[in-house]
């Protein structure tokens, strides 16, 4: 699901996405706390992180210091 | 004189892996590997805005909650626009009442639609036939259905389909010709004689004989 609009803005998507990724999370459990499927909980990560607003590491995904300040403006 | 030689991509086939892409879709940039565990029906369509396919995506629409119940994604294709994707899915809303909740590629470079062979020639030079790959959950692809330009597609004959090859890998099993869930189904045949007698004598299976013998599974 696209999580940044051409202008640069966050997605509402994105948004709740970004909220719940405080600590450490598997896509898996990401996808169950959202209720959206798994395929566009992999898609959303994957733009996040080339945006440097989502970190990554052995398969968990947290908020960056870029992405929670980010949120706090959107 | 200069040879020119005419590449013709590899078809995907049936039990080999299912040629991974990344795509542009009304749900952003989607790649293969983001259904992994999950299987996945991806089709295509010739056209946007034309009303063969506009029966379908209201019929895959009706469909994809009985397919997320079997672990099943649904993803759809032409070589359109996203933006004509996007125009027509609000269009479908709008007029027929039935929100398209699954992506769908926007292959205009036609990357896609090469790599699976869903352009036929002979009927349309651009446009994708409709095609169904049917892709599991460890992406091996499963099954392949091609109709004609003309004729719309059957949502419960996909839907068996599916039922089916999920019934054969959890239980072993084979599935007769018009089988639907809760059909007796087929045991895989003897391999050798000593099996052949074994098979005649297992009363847990119905058998003709001992190459065609069927269960009911509990």
Same mark, same amino acid.
């Given at each position: ?74 | ?13 049936? $039990?080999?892996?299912? &040629? ?5 879709? /009304? ?6 590997? +983001?259904? !992994? ?79 699976? $062979?869903?352009?036929? &020639? ?5 446009? /994708? ?6 892709? +599991?959950? !460890? ?80």
């Amino acid at each position: 699901m696209p999580c940044i609009g051409p202008d640069g803005t966050l997605t509402e998507s994105a948004k709740a996405l970004l909220k719940l990724v405080e600590h450490p999370s598997a896509p898996e459990d990401i996808a169950a706390r959202l209720g959206h499927p798994l395929f566009l909980v992999r898609a959303s990560l994957r733009e996040l992180v080339g945006a440097d607003l989502v970190r990554a590491e052995g398969g968990k995904y947290w908020i960056s210091d870029q992405g929670r300040e980010k949120l706090q403006s959107a | 004189m200069t040879e020119q030689v005419q590449q013709t991509p590899s078809l995907p086939r049936l $039990g080999s892996p299912a &040629p991974q892409f990344e795509a542009v879709t /009304t749900h952003g940039t989607l790649k293969l590997e +983001d259904f !992994k565990g999950s299987w996945l029906v991806m089709f295509s369509h010739p056209a946007d805005f034309t009303p063969v396919c506009t029966t379908e995506f209201v019929a895959f629409a009706k469909i994809h909650p009985k397919l997320r119940e079997l672990n099943c994604e649904l993803m759809g294709l032409s070589i359109d626009s996203v933006y004509s994707h996007i125009a027509w899915m609000r269009n479908i809303e709008e007029k027929l009442g039935q929100k398209i909740t699954f992506p769908v590629i926007a292959d205009l470079d036609r990357q896609v639609a090469t790599l699976y $062979g869903m352009v036929m &020639p002979g009927e349309s030079k651009t446009e /994708t036939s409709r095609c169904v790959f049917i892709i +599991d959950d !460890k992406q091996i692809l499963r099954a392949m259905i091609y109709y004609p330009l003309t004729t719309g597609r059957n949502m419960d004959e996909i839907l068996r389909v599916i039922q089916a090859l999920q019934t054969s890998d959890k239980h072993g099993v084979a599935t007769p010709a018009n089988w639907h869930p809760g059909d007796k189904v087929i045991v895989p045949p003897a391999k050798t004689q000593e099996m052949a007698e074994q098979r005649m004598t297992d009363k847990t299976v119905e058998c003709k004989d001992w190459y065609f013998c069927m269960k009911e599974l509990k």
